[in-house]
């Protein structure tokens, strides 16, 4: 049911890839979300699976191959930090209570994009009759146009930009990376936008990011892996959590980056890409894919994930050439019904058990301007 062209998607100069589909009926789940591991052949990295995880697949939880139930961060239930709701993410709300009944709601506003001094100006100017919105502070027009972005484009993190992502928990800038979890037993971070960013109209996006998991723990063991998230608890959110940093964010959606077999979990091995929602990494609905690389070997993988307000899709490469990417999962999935609002905080989130592993994320793009093909060629 969601195989490549299940999902009716086609490839074109080899160059549409992946990705993900979710069901969020349980009744989809299991048999479903096999990619075919078969139409890449232009591709580097290549789903190499029928798709595992099915319900109760006869793992017990007992037969952990290397480092018994702890790892993958043990089975931390509070991965949130709800208490904290930023002041930036006023800026949808204060959007919609003073520029809405002119401007047309957030995600086809018709000043998307505009600065605060630009806002601050049409203002000051009463164009159309602005004028009445003098009382909004600098901050609280800072957040509307935060709120107005449609792109992120980061192509490395250093102390220049490093206020644009919010670093939790073991999370630090690390030679242009961010470095989610050192190579050290039971760590857990995170690093979210430190403002929510609004998708487009039908929640649509593309995202490209490259990750690099570097030196292992005992014996050269990798463990556990980082999620691609996006939820609306917090910028702050995934700092103490279990299960890669994702366990109880809720509402959420992710995509694992999986190096670490839990049976508890339904891991069909220990390298395996895969649909995650609300703070659970179970594979029960979700069908994890294992790619043809060893995504913990060192080598740095870039990855586009893209929504077209229906489908999800995941690309990987060794490279940031997506005209050679694979597609590993395209999955249907509906945003809107895990998302009240389109106001979402993206990032990352990892962590390690008793075994570890170094969790690097390099470059970050994202936008709201949906286009089939997504950031290609990549930035
Ligand atoms: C009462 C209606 C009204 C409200 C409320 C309003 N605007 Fe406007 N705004 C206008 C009109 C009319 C113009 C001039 C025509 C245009 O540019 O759309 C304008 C112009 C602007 C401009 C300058 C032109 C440009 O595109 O650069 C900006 C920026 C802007 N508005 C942003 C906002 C923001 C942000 C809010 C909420 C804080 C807001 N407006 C609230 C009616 C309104």
Same mark, same amino acid.
């Given at each position: 049911?969601?195989?490549?062209?299940?999902?009716?998607?086609?490839?074109?100069? *080899?160059? %549409?890839?992946? %990705?993900?589909?979710?069901?969020?009926? $349980?009744?989809?789940?299991?048999?479903?979300?096999?990619?075919?591991?078969? $139409?890449?052949?232009?591709?580097?990295?290549?789903?190499?699976?029928?798709? #595992?995880?099915?319900?109760?697949?006869?793992?017990? *939880?007992?037969?952990?191959?290397?480092?018994?139930?702890?790892?993958?961060? *043990?089975?931390?239930?509070?991965?949130?930090?709800?208490?904290?709701?930023?002041?930036?993410?006023?800026?949808?709300?204060?959007?919609?209570?003073?520029?809405? /009944?002119?401007?047309?709601?957030?995600?086809?506003?018709?000043?998307?994009?505009?600065?605060?001094?630009? &806002?601050?100006?049409?203002?000051?100017?009463?164009?159309?009759?602005?004028?009445?919105?003098?009382?909004?502070? $600098?901050?609280?027009?800072?957040?509307?146009?935060?709120?107005?972005?449609?792109?992120?484009? &980061?192509?490395?993190?250093?102390?220049?930009?490093?206020?644009?992502?919010?670093?939790?928990?073991?999370?630090?800038?690390?030679?242009?990376?961010?470095?989610?979890?050192?190579?050290?037993?039971?760590?857990?971070?995170?690093? %979210?936008?430190?403002?929510? +960013?609004?998708?487009?109209?039908?929640?649509?996006?593309?995202?490209?990011?490259?990750?690099?998991? /570097?030196?292992?723990?005992?014996?050269?063991?990798?463990?556990?892996?980082?999620?691609?998230?996006?939820?609306?608890?917090?910028?702050?959110?995934?700092?103490?959590?279990?299960?890669?940093?994702?366990?109880?964010?809720?509402?959420? +959606?992710?995509?694992?980056?999986?190096?670490?077999?839990?049976?508890?979990?339904?891991?069909?091995?220990?390298?395996?890409?895969?649909?995650?929602?609300?703070?659970?990494?179970?594979?029960?609905?979700?069908?994890?894919?294992?790619?043809?690389?060893?995504?913990?070997?060192?080598?740095? !993988?870039?990855?586009?994930?893209?929504?077209?307000?229906?489908? #999800?899709?995941?690309?990987?490469?060794?490279?940031?050439?997506?005209?050679?990417?694979?597609?590993?999962?395209?999955?249907?999935?509906?945003?809107?019904? &895990?998302?009240?609002?389109?106001?979402?905080?993206?990032?990352?989130?990892?962590?390690? *058990?008793?075994?570890?592993?170094?969790?690097?994320?390099? $470059?970050? !793009?994202?936008?709201?301007? !949906?286009?089939?093909?997504?950031?290609?060629?990549?930035?």
């Amino acid at each position: 049911m969601s195989s490549i062209d299940g999902c009716g998607f086609r490839r074109s100069a *080899g160059s %549409f890839l992946l %990705f993900m589909a979710l069901c969020l009926l $349980a009744g989809c789940g299991g048999g479903g979300g096999g990619t075919t591991g078969t $139409a890449n052949n232009n591709s580097t990295v290549t789903p190499s699976n029928e798709s #595992v995880g099915t319900p109760g697949n006869g793992s017990t *939880g007992t037969t952990n191959d290397s480092t018994g139930p702890t790892s993958n961060g *043990g089975t931390g239930t509070t991965g949130n930090d709800s208490t904290n709701v930023s002041v930036q993410a006023s800026g949808s709300t204060l959007y919609q209570a003073n520029c809405q /009944g002119c401007h047309q709601p957030l995600a086809s506003s018709t000043k998307l994009n505009k600065t605060a001094a630009e &806002i601050q100006a049409a203002i000051t100017a009463n164009t159309g009759g602005m004028g009445s919105l003098a009382t909004l502070s $600098a901050g609280e027009i800072q957040s509307i146009a935060d709120a107005l972005k449609t792109t992120e484009a &980061i192509p490395s993190f250093n102390t220049t930009n490093s206020d644009v992502f919010q670093l939790n928990g073991s999370a630090v800038l690390s030679n242009n990376n961010i470095r989610l979890t050192p190579n050290e037993q039971y760590t857990a971070g995170s690093a %979210f936008l430190a403002n929510p +960013f609004t998708l487009g109209s039908n929640f649509v996006f593309n995202a490209y990011f490259n990750f690099t998991l /570097g030196a292992g723990g005992r014996s050269n063991r990798h463990a556990d892996g980082f999620v691609f998230a996006l939820q609306t608890v917090s910028s702050k959110a995934g700092a103490t959590g279990g299960n890669l940093g994702f366990g109880g964010i809720k509402p959420s +959606f992710g995509v694992e980056f999986d190096t670490f077999k839990n049976d508890g979990n339904n891991d069909p091995d220990n390298n395996h890409v895969a649909i995650v929602t609300n703070g659970s990494v179970q594979h029960a609905a979700f069908a994890p894919v294992t790619p043809s690389v060893t995504m913990s070997d060192g080598g740095t !993988y870039h990855v586009w994930i893209d929504y077209d307000g229906a489908t #999800v899709e995941v690309h990987m490469n060794t490279t940031n050439d997506r005209s050679t990417s694979s597609l590993l999962l395209a999955k249907a999935i509906d945003l809107k019904s &895990i998302f009240s609002t389109q106001y979402v905080y993206f990032g990352f989130t990892g962590a390690t *058990g008793i075994d570890s592993q170094t969790q690097d994320v390099g $470059a970050f !793009y994202l936008t709201s301007n !949906y286009q089939t093909g997504g950031f290609s060629p990549a930035p």
